[in-house]
């Protein structure tokens, strides 16, 4: 009754964002939800998943190195027609519409190694690093009810199918025999455990109060239901659904 796909979108939604790793700004009579990803595919699907709520949607690499296939592959994500944002509404504004471009040209010489002076092949190579991307939604009026009712509203949080399809997208991950939703250890854990109960996803908070595990075939299923299809962004092993307990 309440999964992702027989529930309007609404703006509300973005209280899903906020139970997880999501932080709210404020500024003047506006508000705005910001999350940090960590794969262009989540890019792609939040975006999307904004501007489907009648939000302004912005996002940028927030750390040195990210990998260019994928900076690329988030640049055409966000430029996309489907992706573009509804017209202008009082209130709203978007700093930095256009996406940061990837730098281009092509790469210098290797640096060269002196005669003699062979490199190390035993050394193991650098591991690539890990892109970060934030993805945020402009200062708006239409988030203000989310924003004047949080956090308080948190120890009486529904979490209805949109809500946690925006959490899944921004921070679900499959683990062997089961799924893992990240956290923010700064936010009252407690809250965020009773509200996952209530929707009938009972699982345990990590150590690190970073992620929250669930596990279980019928748990596993309760949770597929609710957040619906997947995204054709999202890798099929991404998503929920393709997770056995």
């Known amino acids: 009754m309440f999964g992702a796909e027989t529930t309007e979108p609404s703006p509300a939604d973005l209280a899903g964002l906020l139970a997880g790793p999501g932080h709210l700004g404020r500024m003047g009579g506006t508000a705005r939800v910001s999350v940090r990803v960590d794969a262009a595919w989540r890019v792609h699907v939040l975006v999307g998943e904004l501007v ?24 055409e994500a966000i430029i996309t027609p489907e992706h573009q944002p509804a017209e202008d509404r009082p209130g709203d504004t978007a700093p930095g519409d256009e996406p940061p471009a990837g730098e281009s040209g092509d790469p210098g010489p290797a640096d060269s190694v002196p005669d003699g002076d062979e490199p190390d092949s035993d050394e193991p190579d650098p591991a690539p690093p890990r892109p970060v ?3 945020r939604t402009a200062y708006s009026r239409r988030l203000n009810a989310l ?4 956090p308080e509203a948190s120890a009486q949080l529904f979490l209805s199918g949109p809500r946690l399809r925006l959490w899944v997208a921004a921070a679900g991950s499959p683990r062997p025999g089961g799924w893992v939703l990240g956290l923010d250890p700064g936010k009252d854990r407690h809250a965020v455990e009773a509200a996952l109960v209530r929707a009938g996803l009972a699982g345990r908070v990590s150590e690190d109060g970073r992620r929250y595990l669930i596990s279980g075939a019928r748990r596993l299923r309760r949770l597929a ?9 999202a890798p099929e092993e991404f998503w929920p659904g393709n997770v056995v307990a």
């Open 52 to 75: 489907a709520r009648g939000l302004k949607a912005t996002w940028e690499p927030i750390e040195e190195g990210v990998r260019p296939d994928d900076l690329a592959a988030a640049e």
């Open 133 to 135: 991307f934030e993805v």
């Open 147 to 150: 924003a004047n009712a949080w």
């Open 225 to 233: 239901e609710l957040v619906g299809e997947r995204p054709s962004a």
